[in-house]
């Protein structure tokens, strides 16, 4: 069974940093995306960033970039996401999640169904 064990989220003023962890299980880790997605009141979801295990290869949303570092714990099963210098468009409950992925490279999050899930994580940035 494949289980995402999410955790990390908090409160913390714009400029500040947290880092979101997801525990994974249940799958073998090769050959599949795993990510992390956001849901900001009365807005979609929306892809934040992802790793393909295929190939290491990261993808980020425009708005993150050089903010947010994805890094996934081969060790540990972890995947995790650090977030520096937040601001309060980053509030949200943000949520792990894989699917079977064997191309390499991310070209987008949102034309993929990602069909396992963790439970979300809710980040609250204060201005």
């Known amino acids: 069974e494949v289980q995402l064990q999410a955790s990390g989220g908090g409160l913390v003023q714009t400029g500040g940093s947290l880092r979101l962890s997801c525990a994974a299980s249940?799958?073998?880790?090769?050959?599949?995306?795993i990510g992390w997605f956001r849901q900001a009141p009365g807005k979609e979801r929306e892809g934040v960033s992802a790793?393909?295990?295929?190939?290491?290869?990261?993808w980020y949303t425009d708005s993150v970039k050089g903010r947010f570092t994805i890094s996934w714990d081969n060790a540990k099963h972890t995947l995790n996401l650090q977030m520096n210098n937040l601001n309060p468009e980053d509030t949200g409950v943000y949520y792990c999640?894989?699917?079977?992925?064997?191309?390499?490279?991310?070209?987008?999050?949102?034309?993929?169904?990602?069909?396992?899930w963790g439970q979300g994580t809710q980040v609250t940035v204060s201005s």
């Open positions: 249940g799958f073998t880790f090769d050959d599949y995306a």
């Open positions: 999640a894989a699917v079977w992925w064997p191309y390499g490279k991310i070209i987008s999050m949102s034309g993929t169904t990602y069909n396992y």
């Open positions: 790793i393909s295990r295929a190939d290491s290869s990261t």
